[in-house]
Structure formats: C-alpha cells, structure tokens
C-alpha cells in the first residue's frame, strides 16, 4: 500500500511539475488561410510561438487538387525547462467555400444570372480539414532527494474548420484576417520511472490571426491561440513551387 501510495505521490508531483503534460495543444497554430494553394503549388513557412510552450516550427504544404491542400509539420519546443520537444504533425484541408469563384461572372449582364450569383455567394472561404500532432520530451526532476526520470508523450487527433476574408489595401497589398476552430482527442502518457499513466480528453481550440502579403511570393502572419497551449505565433510563408 506505501509502495503504491508513493508512486502515486510521485506521478501528481511531476505532473504538477510540468504543465504542458495537462495543457496540451499545439505548438504550431494555424498560419493559414482558408484558401487553397491550387494543384501543383508548394509554400514552405518558418513560425515561432511565444505561448506556454516556447516553439519553433518549419511548415510544407502542397496542393495536391484545386480546392485540397496538404501540411507536413515539424516542430522544436521548450517544454517547461524540460529536454528540447520534439513535435511532428500533419492536416489535410478542403476548400468547400470560395468567395473568388462565387464571385465570377460579376460582370455578366444576364439578370437571371446575376441573382443566382447573388444567391449563390458566399460570404468567405472556408476549408475544413483532419489534423494529428504528437509531442514528445524528457525529464528529469529531483523529488525527496532522489533523482528521477519523466517522459511525456502527447498524441493529438481530430478535426477543424477555417474560415477567412481577403481584402485589397490602398497599396494594392491584400490584407486576410482568419480563424480556425478544432475538436479533437488528446491522449497524454506520462511515466515516472517506468511507472506509466495515461489520459484521454475530447480539447477544443481556437484560433485567430491576419496574414499580410508582403510581397507576391511570401505572406507575414500573426495570430492569438487559445488552445492548451495559449499565446502569439508570428510566422512567415514564401512560395516554393
């Protein structure tokens, strides 16, 4: 019974210890609009988040069809003064709104056309999409004199839905604002010592930003995450192919 009382007192202790392990979320954002790339294109991105969990991240997408775009993510974070993390993801999204294409044949002189345009519009673009993100750190903690060894891993997996609206300033520069909300499961283990624990959740997030064209091939972003794992992301995208 003190054996199992100890391990018990072990794991609330170093689980107290590292915040993350309960927060979770992800140290990515979204640094994306809705919009999709297009067949064939490729942008790479470089985002650094200033949240619970200090993070910095490299990003590939790929238009893999006109409206389905895919990302390969990969992360490097400071998990609360643990060994460096490292987080791998991926997504998956679908444009199913498109304010570009609902508004061709603007010009069109047919009535009747122009109020199926006008039924038709849509208010701004919207992707949905699948995402999975798994984290993993070490370390090591010193309680009641002893030295002690922690692991934590953190497998995150569900859906989203992005939405955004790209405007034209007086320079010519388009200026999108664009938010994100996901459900998803998230399954954390820990062990101490070898003596493991695990947890399931159904999480939420939300996520709110602007991205800003800088130039023709690259986009400067900034968003708030209030998630598991709240704070600013900045980042930039630039085209690759």
Do not use: C
């Not at 993350?20 to 490729?42: E, H, I, P, R, W």
């Not at 903690?141 to 002893?146: A, M, N, R």
């Not at 992005?162 to 007086?170: D, E, N």
């Amino acid at each position: 019974m003190k054996k199992i009382m100890l391990t018990v007192a072990m794991l609330a202790l170093a689980l107290s210890a590292q915040p993350v392990a309960a927060a979770g979320g992800s140290v990515f954002g979204t640094q994306s609009t809705a919009v999709a790339l297009g067949q064939g294109n490729a942008n790479g991105a470089i985002t650094l988040g200033l949240a619970d969990i200090t993070s910095f991240v490299g990003t590939f997408d790929y238009g893999m069809s006109k409206f389905t775009t895919v990302r390969m993510k990969l992360g490097f974070a400071d998990a609360n003064n643990s060994d460096m993390a490292i987080s791998l993801g991926g997504e998956i999204r679908w444009q199913v709104w498109s304010v570009a294409s609902s508004m061709a044949g603007r010009g069109n002189k047919n009535r009747k056309a122009d109020l199926t345009r006008k039924a038709n519009q849509k208010p701004f673009d919207l992707s949905i999409g699948i995402m999975t993100e798994y984290l993993s750190f070490d370390n090591d903690f010193i309680l009641g004199g002893v030295q002690n060894k922690s692991s934590v891993s953190i497998f995150q997996f569900g859906g989203f839905l992005l939405g955004s609206h790209s405007f034209v300033t007086s320079g010519g520069k388009m200026i999108t604002p664009y938010a994100r909300f996901n459900v998803r499961m998230e399954n954390t283990n820990f062990s101490v010592n070898s003596v493991k624990n695990s947890s399931s959740d159904i999480e939420i997030g939300f996520n709110s930003g602007v991205s800003y064209q800088f130039t023709n091939t690259m986009n400067i972003y900034g968003e708030f995450q209030m998630d598991g794992n709240d704070g600013l992301f900045i980042g930039v995208d630039f085209k690759v192919m």
